[in-house]
């Protein structure tokens, strides 16, 4: 393999470059003048100029890093999960990779490892505990290494799991909607602060843990309203959900291997993520920057309404992909119900040919369309079949058949609304 040589100042490998912590990190060292090379996994192509390719879940031996981490002088560690799936475990990516890379920066020089961990108590769930025991044991090793254990975090442009479902429940039309009475404490950190955190972090040789969070902590049902007045929904009437459907939800979302927020996000909200009363002075002291209070960074940031289209369309993503999935599920049944009598009555007259054949594939291409968006595997290509069946559909019996154009319930002239949808559900299928 071979890499780009080190820039003119010091290079900085980001670890999780892709993700969006990363990806913010990243941009803020560049601004400050450091070099970065971007540790991102490389599937199916060559990596970019700027990149490294790694695999946390495979690389867990010291020499597996080695030659990862040519001129690299600093190593930003801004890689994880929040659900386990296959090979991508905890155990793997919080604690065996990074601990095999720290362990490789030993062996090679690189002597500073800024390290982002989560707050929260190990007793919240296997993704809080797998974090800390690397906190602990880099922090065991001969490095000049600092791990950050920032609160919720949060953007003014963009968002992504739970803060996306935040935003959303704080944009409903009519009234924001909170877990239970929203009375639950947090201290949420802005990813522009907290990137610059890591700026500082990289820059220096402190060591330690550091809570990071904003001024002071606030009610979850404040940093609700204060969102969406930001975004200019009017309205403050709250509804509260109760926390047993929550759980229920969120016990679901587990099972299904997907959803915003998992049980350990939930058990880490009820229980208050909120840093120690002295953390914010001591990040201050120590790097001579501290996180800002949500009011203060939303006012610097001016909504547009693409704001507000990301927070009110989350909930409708979903909803339009489960009305396409129904759509397919009612047109391929009644394919296969409609007798061969009422088929051949439908084609009289066309060239159509055989129409028991034809509308009998039709229907079972649809259910296998159907359930292969059920499914989530590359939903983007399940949608742009469906875009391309509706469409050759359209125009072959709107020629053969173009009495169907002015059926009283809309016949074809419904896939007028159909297309669009679809290419509307195919941009929503990109949630990241």
């Not at 930003?76 to 090979?87: C, D, F, H, M, Y």
């Not at 040789?205 to 204060?226: I, N, S, W």
Request: net charge positive.
């Amino acid at each position: 393999m071979s890499f780009p040589e080190a820039g003119p100042r010091r290079t900085v490998l980001v670890i999780g470059a892709n993700g969006f912590l990363g990806g913010h990190v990243a941009a803020a060292l560049r601004r400050a003048g450091f070099g970065v090379v971007l540790g991102v996994r490389v599937s199916g192509r060559a990596p970019a100029a700027d990149e490294r390719p790694i695999d946390l879940a495979t690389m867990t031996r010291p020499e597996d890093w080695v030659p990862v981490l040519a001129g690299v002088d600093i190593v930003v560690n801004a890689a994880g999960i929040l659900r386990e799936a296959g090979p991508q475990t905890f155990d793997a990516l919080h604690v065996r990779g990074p601990l095999a890379l720290a362990e490789a920066c030993v062996a090679c020089g690189v002597r500073r490892f800024v390290q982002v961990s989560a707050l929260g108590a190990p007793e919240d769930g296997a993704f809080i505990a797998s974090k800390h025991a690397f906190d602990d044991a880099l922090l065991a090793l001969p490095l000049d290494a600092v791990v950050l254990r920032p609160s919720i975090v949060y953007a003014a442009a963009g968002s992504y799991g739970g803060t996306s479902l935040l935003r959303a429940l704080a944009a409903f039309p009519g009234a924001q909607w909170l877990p239970g009475r929203g009375e639950w404490a947090i201290q949420p950190v802005a990813m522009d602060d907290l990137a610059e955190l890591v700026v500082a972090a990289a820059g220096n040789t402190v060591r330690g843990v550091f809570e990071v969070g904003g001024p002071v902590p606030m009610r979850l049902a404040d940093y609700q309203a204060t969102w969406r007045r930001w975004l200019r929904i009017p309205g403050t009437r709250e509804v509260h959900v109760p926390g047993g459907l929550v759980s229920a939800q969120v016990w679901l979302w587990e099972r299904l291997g997907r959803g915003p927020v998992g049980e350990t996000m939930w058990r880490m909200l009820r229980r208050g993520n909120v840093t120690q009363p002295d953390a914010h002075a001591h990040v201050r002291d120590a790097f001579g920057v501290a996180p800002r209070a949500l009011d203060v960074v939303l006012a610097g940031a001016a909504s547009q309404v693409q704001d507000r289209w990301q927070a009110q369309l989350y909930f409708l993503a979903p909803t339009l992909r489960a009305s396409i999935i129904a759509l397919w599920v009612l047109s391929g049944i009644a394919g296969l119900r409609a007798t061969d009598a009422q088929l051949h009555a439908m084609a009289s007259g066309s060239w159509l040919g055989d129409a028991v054949s034809l509308a009998r594939a039709s229907a079972w291409l649809d259910l296998i369309l159907a359930a292969w968006l059920a499914i989530g595997w590359r939903p983007r290509l399940a949608l742009g079949l469906m875009g391309l069946s509706v469409l050759a559909y359209t125009l072959v019996f709107g020629i053969a058949l173009p009495a169907l154009w002015l059926e009283p319930l809309g016949g074809l002239a419904k896939n007028l609304v159909v297309l669009p949808a679809l290419a509307v559900a195919w941009v929503l299928a990109d949630r990241r």
